[in-house]
T-cell receptor, first 113, second 117 residues
Framework: SQQGEEDPQALSIQEGENATMNCSYK?????LQWYRQNSGRGLVHLIL?????REKHSGRLRVTLDTSKKSSSLLITASRAADTASYFC?????????????FGTGTRLLVSP | DAGVTQSPTHLIKTRGQQVTLRCSPK?????VSWYQQALGQGPQFIFQ???????QRGNFPDRFSGHQFPNYSSELNVNALLLGDSALYLC????????????????FGPGTRLLVL
């Protein structure tokens, strides 16, 4: 079963625009992570935000976490064509001692030149 | 510093056959997890190995088995292949945090794409 649900499922923007994608999750979390996947290849870890953090930045990425709403958002500023990829949120499942990551269904981002 | 490597990159099998996929974890990592990603879906956890033992298992049948070697590398075996086993199989490595309990960031390999005909 999926822990997270990303929204929107697909997003199409122009280079230079900002892209925002959201993730809602079901159970309590210790941390929430965002991953990028290019063309069905391996996942690249982007950023991890812990449950006691509300916002985190990494380069052009900004992640927020609202544990009261069980939601997170990923903002990519000044997008580039190279940002075209699928983006997934994931969190360690608490019932398993945090030993497995449970992923959402992903947002497919297309950035056009 | 080598990242996570997987072999082969692509594989084509027929129904009923058996397949073995291989993974070498990132240097310094001792825990290996396997995920199955069907087309258009997020990865689904299969199982995790630590100290050569299966620590945790997802909702996958016994046809899916694994092994971890003393050098921390791992194999995923799937028996009696079904058409529905066609997917991208991802290996991820990690290590424990300072408290020795919670897994932090997992590093993924490029995956093995399996097609079952």
């Amino acid at each position: 079963s999926q822990q997270g649900e990303e929204d929107p499922q697909a997003l199409s923007i122009q280079e230079g625009e900002n892209a925002t994608m959201n993730c809602s999750y079901k159970t309590s979390i210790n941390n929430l992570q965002w991953y990028r996947q290019n063309s069905g290849r391996g996942l690249v870890h982007l950023i991890l935000i812990r449950s006691n953090e509300r916002e985190k930045h990494s380069g052009r990425l900004r992640v927020t976490l609202d544990t009261s709403k069980k939601s997170s958002s990923l903002l990519i500023t000044a997008s580039r064509a190279a940002d075209t990829a699928s983006y997934f949120c994931a969190s360690p499942h608490p019932d398993t001692g945090f030993q497995k990551l449970v992923f959402g269904t992903g947002t497919r981002l297309l950035v056009s030149p | 510093d080598a990242g996570v490597t997987q072999s082969p990159t692509h594989l084509i099998k027929t129904r009923g056959q058996q397949v073995t996929l291989r993974c070498s974890p990132k240097s310094g990592h001792d825990t290996v997890s396997w995920y199955q990603q069907a087309l258009g879906q997020g990865p689904q956890f299969i199982f995790q190995y630590y100290e050569e033992e299966e620590r945790q298992r997802g909702n996958f049948p016994d046809r899916f088995s694994g092994h971890q070697f003393p050098n921390y590398s791992s194999e995923l075996n799937v028996n009696a292949l079904l058409l529905g086993d066609s997917a991208l199989y991802l290996c991820a490595s990690s290590t424990l945090d300072l408290a020795g309990k919670i897994q932090e960031t997992q590093y993924f390999g490029p995956g093995t794409r399996l097609l079952v005909l």
